[in-house]
């Protein structure tokens, strides 16, 4: 069974930072493209990160200046670092990624993280 493993989540102040990681578990098994998604509450989950697995990137016009989507190969980790954050960023923060498992890709979504953001 292949799980993706979000970490980094909290409650942090207008300005602040935080960074996100979500992994593999068991951690051998290779991430190819991954996004991080938010989901509001009362609203759709949307598109804030993604990255290729030779490091192509694309952000939503909301974020970019401010986050930053890396990955560590050997690792089969992915990274959302949050700069300025802002109050419309709280949401529940998800990793979603095509993991390679015995020749087979297939999508996973993590379990999400909170992310509040306090004026």
């Known amino acids: 069974q292949v799980q993706l493993v979000e970490a980094g989540g909290g409650l942090v102040q207008a300005g602040g930072s935080l960074r996100l990681s979500c992994a593999t578990s068991p951690s051998m098994f290779t991430i190819n493209i991954a996004g991080w998604y938010r989901q509001a509450p009362g609203k759709q989950r949307d598109l804030v990160a993604s990255?290729?697995?030779?490091?192509?990137?694309n952000y939503a016009d909301s974020v970019k200046g401010r986050f930053t989507i890396s990955r560590d190969n050997a690792k089969n980790t992915v990274y959302l670092q949050m700069n300025s954050l802002k109050p419309e960023d709280t949401a529940v923060y998800y990793c979603?990624?095509?993991?390679?498992?015995?020749?087979?890709?297939?999508?996973?979504w993590g379990q999400g993280t909170q992310v509040t953001v306090s004026s």
């Open positions: 979603n990624a095509d993991v390679l498992r015995e020749g087979i890709m297939r999508n996973y």
């Open positions: 990255i290729s697995r030779s490091g192509w990137t």
